[in-house]
Each structure stands twice: as structure tokens, then as C-alpha cells.
């Protein structure tokens, strides 16, 4: 016995493993785009109006028109980018159409 070796075999059944892991890492990268489509979703099944980006317009001019009595134009500002998906650097541009939520 001494001059045996012991030879391990390989696990040839170990990519069903790594496929899973790979699926799994695909559902995590995905999954946070998911959640923010679910919440612009959730935001445009309140009551609200689709205006067009005209030239020249931004979203002080277009939120001083549809903000609610005596609430704060950065306030109206914050639900017209939740309600369209916008980050709070992210532009506007003539022809866009914006979805507008209204007073319930």
C-alpha cells in the first residue's frame, strides 16, 4: 500500500451549482430596477394628469402650477420626480410627457 496513490476524483455534477449562483446574481442586479418600476406603478395609480415638457419649461414652472394650496413648490417638485421615476439631478426635456399627481 505504500506505493498507491490516492487519486480523488473530479465532481463533474458542480455547474448545476454555479448556474444557480449565476441565475441568483442575475435576480439580485435586476431586482432593484424592479422595485423602483413598482413604486413609479404604484405612484401613477393615484389620481394625476399627463402634461407635455414645452420649451423653456422646468419643473419649478410646471410645479408652481400643480402644487396644492400653500405647500411648498419643493414639495410638489419631490412627488412630480417620485411619481416619474426622475432623480433630483436628472433633466426634463421638450416633448416628455410628465405624469402630474393631482390633490386626492
Known amino acids: 500500500m505504500a506505493g498507491k496513490r490516492l487519486i480523488r476524483k473530479r465532481n463533474r455534477h458542480t455547474w448545476p451549482v ?16 424592479v422595485t423602483a418600476n413598482d413604486k413609479v406603478r404604484a405612484a401613477s395609480q393615484a389620481p394625476w394628469q399627463e402634461i ?11 410645479a408652481m402650477e400643480y402644487r396644492r394650496p400653500k405647500e411648498d413648490v ?18 426634463i426635456y ?3 410627457v410628465l405624469l402630474i399627481p393631482l390633490e386626492q
Open 18 to 33: 454555479w448556474l444557480v449562483v449565476l441565475v441568483l446574481l442575475a435576480l439580485w442586479w435586476i431586482g432593484p430596477t
Open 52 to 62: 407635455v415638457v414645452r420649451e423653456g419649461d422646468t419643473l419649478w414652472k410646471i
Open 74 to 91: 419643493r414639495v410638489t417638485i419631490n412627488r412630480i420626480q417620485e411619481a416619474n421615476g426622475l432623480a433630483p439631478s436628472e433633466y
Open 94 to 96: 421638450p416633448g416628455q
